[in-house]
């Protein structure tokens, strides 16, 4: 049997987010500073996933959950930390790191924050 390793991450935030294909290379602009801040401060890993093989023929396909448009890319971010503590310390400094600040007009976000979905999670099976 395999000896299981020592998994450094065991906290998730989970964000699922529509961008318009004309917006991603804006989005990817801000995701780029927005990993290299997190990182810079402390979480384990930084991902921004584009849907690539999102239309399954069982459960619910994300273009339908997130309510995808005609020429939307359904987005499934995650960022990793050690625990839910350092998650908190964390995003306390990202929030007010100017850097990010100077970003988060809410009017000029390359996607619709009313069609974002995120949460915390606990992670229960890591390899």
Do not use: H
């Not at 989005?27 to 990993?35: S, T």
């Not at 584009?50 to 020429?71: R, S, W």
């Amino acid at each position: 049997m395999a000896k299981a390793k020592k998994v450094q991450g065991n906290y998730v935030d989970g964000f699922v987010l529509v961008i318009p294909k004309r917006n991603i290379a804006a989005y990817k602009k801000l995701a780029q500073l927005a990993g290299k801040i997190w990182m810079e401060y402390g979480a384990v890993s930084y991902s921004e996933c584009a849907g690539d093989d999102v239309n399954i023929k069982f459960g619910v396909p994300f273009p339908k959950l997130a309510k995808a448009k005609k020429g939307d890319v359904v987005f499934f971010s995650f960022i990793t930390y050690k625990s839910k503590a350092q998650r908190d310390k964390i995003n306390a400094k990202v929030m007010k790191d100017p850097r990010l600040a100077a970003c988060m007009d809410m009017n000029k976000m390359p996607f619709d924050m009313k069609r974002m979905s995120m949460g915390g999670f606990k992670a229960i099976v890591n390899y």
